[in-house]
């Protein structure tokens, strides 16, 4: 299996998120879609296909019902699921993201497009950082409980960050991920394990990434590297 390559870096995620809870001035649906999506890796599919009996009220608080356990959702993000919800009911569709058609959902890719539009965000991206994030913090078989995932997937991505951890704490280094673009500049050692170079592309990052003294690796060397590596 691949590994993800894709990370929306902590930084953004957070900031993200905290502008879909308090940003009234972002249509409901995405707000919610995009705080679901960067707090518990919930994609436009999934939530364009969940309907208004996936979100309950129990003893207080709002669950969302996605996997065989249910999440309990803070308080902020409850709010803003029940206000949807709501919106849902009135469409009287049977869906928590109603299109615009009669008895219709949202279209997955619709929805993906206005959250690019609206937060500036990739959904893969996105994704992989939640997914990263609950898989440091929840048991494999509680994260596959809650998100409705196969034991296996949720193994990977717990063995991916286990792995990664391990070897930041061995270095006594902050491990980060970030967007080929957010990449920042000045490390000891770049590499490249992308196969853009193979396909005629240049290395995907900017020069900025090395400094005097770098070493720098292009694992699937081709002819566009030689620029780069020079």
């Not at 208004?52 to 999440?71: F, K, M, Y």
């Not at 058609?101 to 959250?115: E, V």
Request: with cysteine; net charge negative; hydrophobic share 45%.
């Amino acid at each position: 299996h691949s590994q993800p390559s894709e990370f929306l870096p902590t930084d953004r995620r957070w900031e993200t998120l905290h502008r879909c809870i308090v940003d009234s001035s972002l249509p409901l649906n995405i707000r919610v879609a995009g705080a679901l999506l960067l707090l518990f890796a919930l994609g436009p599919t999934a939530l364009t296909t969940m309907s208004v009996e996936q979100v309950v009220e129990h003893e207080g608080r709002v669950e969302l019902i996605v996997g065989r356990t249910p999440i309990h959702l803070p308080d902020s993000l409850a709010d803003l699921v029940l206000q949807q919800r709501k919106v849902a009911e009135e469409s009287m569709s049977g869906w928590l993201f109603p299109g615009q058609h009669p008895g219709r959902h949202l279209n997955p890719g619709s929805l993906a497009a206005r959250t690019k539009q609206c937060l500036g965000i990739g959904v893969r991206p996105s994704r992989n950082a939640a997914l990263a994030h609950l898989a440091k913090e929840l048991p494999v078989p509680v994260l596959a409980d809650y998100l409705g995932l196969a034991h296996t997937t949720a193994s990977q991505w717990a063995a991916l960050v286990e792995r990664h951890a391990a070897l930041a704490a061995r270095c006594e280094v902050e491990l980060l991920a970030a967007e080929l673009d957010a990449a920042g500049s000045g490390y000891d050692i770049v590499v490249n394990a992308s196969a853009s170079s193979l396909q005629g592309g240049a290395v995907p990052v900017s020069a900025a990434v090395l400094r005097p003294g770098s070493l720098a690796l292009d694992m699937m060397y081709g002819a566009a590297a030689e620029p780069f590596l020079a």
